[in-house]
T-cell receptor, first 109, second 113 residues
Framework: SQQGEEDPQALSIQEGENATMNCSYK?????LQWYRQNSGRGLVHLIL?????REKHSGRLRVTLDTSKKSSSLLITASRAADTASYFC?????????FGTGTSLTVIP | DAGVIQSPRHEVTEMGQEVTLRCKPI?????LFWYRQTMMRGLELLIY????????DSGMPEDRFSAKMPNASFSTLKIQPSEPRDSAVYFC???????????FGPGTRLTVL
């Protein structure tokens, strides 16, 4: 399976702390994306990093990609209670998207 | 654009009944995906259409599941007969084939008693 795996499965932090989630995948990719899912809702695209990029920023989000290790990380800085959600990585290869298993993040006010 | 539209949002049915889930993708998007999400199995891709043609249905669990896309603006996922283990949230997502981003609908929460 090309499905990515997120680590940790669940993460609980205090508001204001940084949250780091990791994603590992198995095959070569065109790009990797991170999505967020609030409880009871569909997934929403957050950020995309191409295979030739190593780091990307968007607001409080920082994504890194290490294609040699087939891994990516998502850092959310200065977390807020509203960041509580599940976060999924998705790899794009050919014309297919492959979603990971997700990390459940809880930010405690 | 209203985004991806799914109906119904919630469905409760009894074992053995036929269930039909509906999806309207974003106008102009030529790819449509059906996913199933459960606590145990996470997010699973069931089937993927491109230009209304099924490209990959390897994720369809068994013959009780079928999906159609009769035109670019409508798709259905049918389960007949339904079983309790089909209880899950079913998502539809669409993609324009250019920007590598899928747009998800709100999902249909299916409960089979």
């Amino acid at each position: 399976s090309q499905q990515g795996e997120e680590d940790p499965q669940a993460l609980s932090i205090q508001e204001g702390e940084n949250a780091t989630m990791n994603c590992s995948y198995k095959t070569s990719i065109n790009n990797l994306q991170w999505y967020r899912q609030n409880s009871g809702r569909g997934l929403v695209h957050l950020i995309l990093i191409r295979s030739n990029e190593r780091e990307k920023h968007s607001g409080r989000l920082r994504v890194t990609l290490d294609t040699s290790k087939k891994s990516s990380s998502l850092l959310i800085t200065a977390s807020r209670a509203a960041d509580t959600a599940s976060y999924f990585c998705a790899t794009f290869t050919g014309n297919q998207f492959y979603f990971g298993t997700g990390t459940s993040l809880t930010v405690i006010p | 654009d209203a985004g991806v539209i799914q109906s119904p949002r919630h469905e409760v049915t009894e074992m053995g009944q036929e269930v039909t889930l509906r999806c309207k993708p974003i106008s102009g998007h030529n790819s449509l995906f059906w996913y199933r999400q459960t606590m145990m199995r996470g997010l699973e891709l069931l089937i993927y259409f491109n230009n209304n043609v099924p490209i990959d249905d390897s994720g369809m669990p068994e013959d009780r599941f079928s999906a159609k896309m009769p035109n670019a603006s409508f798709s259905t996922l049918k389960i007949q007969p339904s079983e309790p283990r089909d209880s899950a949230v079913y998502f539809c997502a669409s993609w324009d084939g250019v920007v590598n981003e899928q747009f998800f609908g709100p999902g249909t929460r299916l409960t089979v008693l």
